[in-house]
């Protein structure tokens, strides 16, 4: 009996897994750029993205931040690539899996925190009160603060693997839905493969921008931080 | 195109990571032929080409001689049929998941393709464009420079001639400086005899004047009171004769 929840189990060819494969192949997708003055039209596109894109995310965060730099633009190259791969059929998106997503969100998350701990711990611990805040409601807030900080790795982790995951199965469910409706009542089924399109063309988009706000995030846990 | 990504991403994992070196040292060895790493061939411009953006146009290049132009089409078709119809390939709703990504993709290819690759071109371009500058630049400095180098030549000839000009000016200078002291000269020596002459004719008129007051003198004193009574008389008779005759022919 096929579930609807087979696409997120791992991949294993006869018992073999193939998870790291999967999360491997798509570096197949960006070739290093050749020993030449002028690349192809593929390279030059990805370095221009790249280097657009780094600048741009680096560009709040002050010079000390700026190690980060490598982290996080393949992050979002990972990322994204992951998941626009994972909207083609049969394949498998790794970033539905919240082991995957909290592998890459808590270690990155708990670094911001203790670099900020260990070279501003003063300002680190600041940002659990914000400012103007009424005296009496300083232990609630620090609270509440403390809760919503280490609430963060969570938050990435499982934001990146919800919306994946729904945006999947929502597919997988219209498509059943206008399959199993095409011989009973064609017109319904042509509707809801509008509807189906439609989800797609969203899904594309849910694929960049999670993928952006995963790494856009981790900015800004770092800005705060450095 | 996919098998062509994998070539070409084998390719390029061969030369990157950490072991990308050690992979290519390890199939020099085994080459034998004499090629040599330098200069580096040149990359083709444009990619390999391809028929309906996926299959890659040598297929159709192969099945050409046996098949004809309809040969590989044939080949896609009996393969697309063998795999339904065998069950091999299911349709479910994956196809449905398959059909609108196609869709969606195919879409967005066709309408941003040509943009897309218009800016990768025009970025490539600038930067051609950029070391082009440079060498148009330099290029126009040095035949500017070879244009001065030229006229400083043609300088140089005519300066042969501006020599001969102030060689000629000096001389005519040197003339001028010789006549105008010759004519002071001139005007020296003349003064100085004019003034001999002068002094010559003064004493020479001196003397004349010296002379006719004492001639003179001595008539006048010679004269005696007679004399001068007879010579007054003598003048009245002849005023008188003259007067007759005056009257007599008028």
Known sequence: MASFFDQFMSPTLMGIPLMALAFVLPWL????????????????LQSWFINRFTSQLLMPINVGGHNWALVLASLMIFLISLNMLGLLPYTFTPTTQLSLNMGLAMPLWLATVLIGLRNQPTAALGHLLPEGTPVPLIP??????????FIRPLALGVRLTANLTAGHLLMQLIATAAFVLLPLMPTVAIVTSVVLLLLTILEVAVAMIQAYVFVLLMSLYLQENV | MLSRLVFVSANALKGSGHFGPGLVQASRSLQTSSQSLAPVPPLPEKGGKTRHGIIPEELFQLLYPKTGVTGPYMLGTGLLVYMLSKEIYVINHET??????????????????PDVAAFADKLNEEKVSKAQEVKDLAMTNLTQAIEDEKKEQWRVEGRSMLFDAKRNNVAMILETNYRERLHMVTNEVKRRLDYQIALQDLHRRMEQEHMVNWVEKSVIGSITPQQEKQSIAKCITDLKALAKTAQATA
């Not at chain 1, 609630?140 to 900080?149: A, R």
């Open chain 1, 140 to 149: 609630v807030l620090i609270i509440i603060e403390t809760i919503s900080l």
């Open chain 2, 96 to 113: 449905f998941v398959a059909a609108s990504i196609g869709a969606v993709l195919i879409y967005g290819i066709k309408k941003f393709g």
């Open chain 1, 29 to 44: 997708m960006f070739p290093n750029p050749a020993p030449r003055w002028i690349n192809s039209r593929f390279l030059t």
